[in-house]
């Protein structure tokens, strides 16, 4: 069976090749060959839900069994979907992990997570002129509090928030973006656990903590090392993904004073490279598993 993976023209990272050569190996030892392609090379014909391929008209081939979808370009994966293909992850999945304040919506009542506010929409061109929402915020939550842009990866745009003023200062800083104000969950330095979760099942888990910023992320300096997850977290991990409609998924967990697992974010398309380092686990095998016996 021949599939594809379908990554992002205009991401181009050392560490990101370096996945998709071993999903492209994980297939080939399991019998099927997995061509990468990438947004650029499949075009959305808009006003007849079509998609023009280069990879088709240029060498005959057929649509693929499979598409392992490794980017966040949801109007391509809506289009693909249209098509009849089968995605991995889908469309409605990533866009539900890819927007934080979406996430916090769709896992409502079946998690325990931060108490999380989305911050009022505005434009860009426009920007917060009036803060005043911020009052009702603070009656509920006490400083310091994260401030989140809705869309951001690797620890990135996350801010500890520590007074009005400063919260003030970085709202204006994010330019009407969309964000969301959580509860701070923890103490001091960054620590929290992430877990794999392929096809329903926990795969790989690691710890990972920094002792010199609050966000536990190996990309801002984190360390990791093998960590064995309860079963109340491997359950939330899970509950989680099934809510989301995940074949696969990375989803970190905090821990509040008392030590009880807080679920803080699901990511769809979750870089798995540090957790084979850690664990010696490659992610690879068990999504490329998962899809041949889904499909």
Same mark, same amino acid.
């Given at each position: 069976m021949t599939g594809w993976l379908i990554t992002n023209r205009f991401l181009e990272r050392d560490k990101f090749? @370096?996945?998709?050569?071993?999903? /492209?190996?994980?297939?080939?030892k399991a019998g099927s060959e997995l061509k990468l392609l990438t947004n650029a090379d499949l075009l959305i014909r808009t006003d007849r839900n079509e998609v023009i391929s280069q990879a088709l008209s240029q060498g005959g081939s057929e649509y693929p069994g499979y598409v392992i979808f490794w980017d966040k370009d949801i109007r391509l994966a809506g289009s693909l979907e249209a098509m009849g293909l089968r995605l991995f992850n889908r469309a409605e999945a990533i866009r539900a992990c890819?927007?934080?304040? &979406?996430?916090?919506?769709r896992l409502a009542g &079946? $998690?325990?997570? !931060? $108490?999380? =506010?989305?911050?009022? =929409?505005? *434009? @860009?061109? /426009?920007? *917060?002129?009036?803060t005043a929402f911020?009052?009702? /915020?603070?009656?509920?939550?006490?400083?310091?509090? $994260?401030?989140?842009?809705? =869309?951001?990866? =690797?620890? @990135?745009?996350?801010?500890?928030?520590?007074?009005? #003023?400063?919260?003030?200062?970085?709202?204006k800083q994010i330019n009407g973006r969309p964000c969301v104000i959580q509860e701070y969950i923890?103490?001091?330095?960054?620590?929290? /656990?992430?877990?794999?979760?392929?096809?329903?099942k926990c795969i790989a888990s690691m710890l990972?903590?920094?002792d010199n910023d609050f966000r536990a992320n190996v990309a801002l300096g984190g360390?990791?090392? !093998?960590?064995?997850?309860?079963?109340?977290? $491997?359950?939330?991990?899970?509950?989680?993904? #099934?809510?989301?409609?995940?074949?696969?998924?990375g989803v970190d967990i905090l821990h509040d004073s008392n030590g009880n697992p807080v679920?803080?974010?699901v990511n769809s398309n979750a870089h798995f490279k540090g957790i084979y380092n850690c664990t010696g686990i490659n992610v690879a095998d068990a999504i490329i598993g998962h899809v041949l016996e889904t499909v």
């Open positions: 090749n @370096e996945l998709y050569d071993w999903l /492209i190996e994980a297939a080939h890819d927007d934080k304040s &979406l996430t916090s919506t &079946l $998690v325990r997570m !931060p $108490v999380t =506010f989305t911050v009022p =929409f505005t *434009y @860009e061109t /426009i920007g *917060y002129r009036d911020l009052n009702a /915020i603070e009656e509920q939550l006490p400083y310091p509090y $994260v401030l989140k842009e809705c =869309f951001g990866s =690797f620890g @990135e745009q996350v801010h500890l928030i520590n007074n009005r #003023k400063q919260c003030e200062n970085i709202l923890g103490e001091g330095p960054g620590r929290d /656990i992430r877990l794999i979760i392929v096809g329903g990972r903590y920094n360390h990791t090392e !093998p960590y064995t997850p309860t079963d109340e977290e $491997v359950n939330m991990a899970v509950t989680a993904c #099934k809510a989301l409609d995940l074949d696969y998924a679920l803080c974010e």
